[in-house]
């Protein structure tokens, strides 16, 4: 890959995390690509050069939360071999993900960022059904390993595995990021272990 090429790539996942962080801290309404340019510290015109328009910017932002979803999921697998162990650390990564990009919750909880926008909807939709199938291999292997118990459905357990960390979201959302979110997840994960885990 040519210098010029990374750069633009650096440069477009730069906008991305820049705009997502201006949506926690201003809204979705109120973002504007002159803001983005001001918090990456280029011109408004620059951000044209690399997205033909804010809603590009939109959809920048929903292919980073794919990238980090999906890269977690291929994180967890490299760190350990152990399926168990597996989901707990994803848990915890998808815990810290929303924790530190405070932009996720309004973003996914926004009708303004779908509405309109079915695309849209669509590709968040697909980004999370990948997401779903990377936990949903992780718990087949489980079972293959003797770990997970065989009768349980792992398409079920990989969306209430998703079921863990949404509603904690949506508490550290509303309570303005008081509510102990990692927290919830390390309790959360206790009482899913001992429900999938084979006895």
């Known amino acids: 890959m ?3 090429k990374l750069s633009t790539k650096i440069r477009r996942e730069q906008i991305a995390r820049a705009a997502l962080a201006l949506v926690a801290s201003r809204g979705l309404r109120r973002l504007s690509v002159a803001a983005v340019a001001r918090e990456v510290g280029i011109v408004p015109s620059a951000i044209y050069r690399h997205f033909q328009s804010k809603g590009k910017v939109l959809d ?20 350990t071999p152990e399926p168990m162990e597996r989901l707990r650390r994803l ?4 815990a810290r993900l929303i924790r530190e990009n405070r932009g996720i919750p309004h973003i996914l909880f926004s009708d303004d960022f779908y509405t309109g926008h079915p695309t849209r909807r669509a590709k968040f939709y697909r980004g999370l059904r990948e997401y779903l199938a990377g936990v949903a291999r992780i718990v087949r292997e489980g079972q293959l390993a003797g770990e997970v118990r065989r009768e349980i459905d792992p398409r079920t357990v990989s ?5 863990l960390v949404q509603p904690a979201a949506v508490l550290w959302h509303l309570s303005d990021g008081r509510f102990n979110v990692m927290a919830q997840a390390r309790n959360a994960w206790r009482v899913m272990e001992e429900a999938i885990r084979a006895k």
């Open 159 to 163: 969306v209430m595995f998703l079921g």
């Open 60 to 79: 920048a932002i929903l292919d980073l939360i794919r990238e980090r979803l999906v890269g977690n999921v291929e994180a967890v697998r490299r760190e």
């Open 91 to 94: 848990l915890m990564r998808h």
């Open 2 to 4: 040519s210098a010029e």
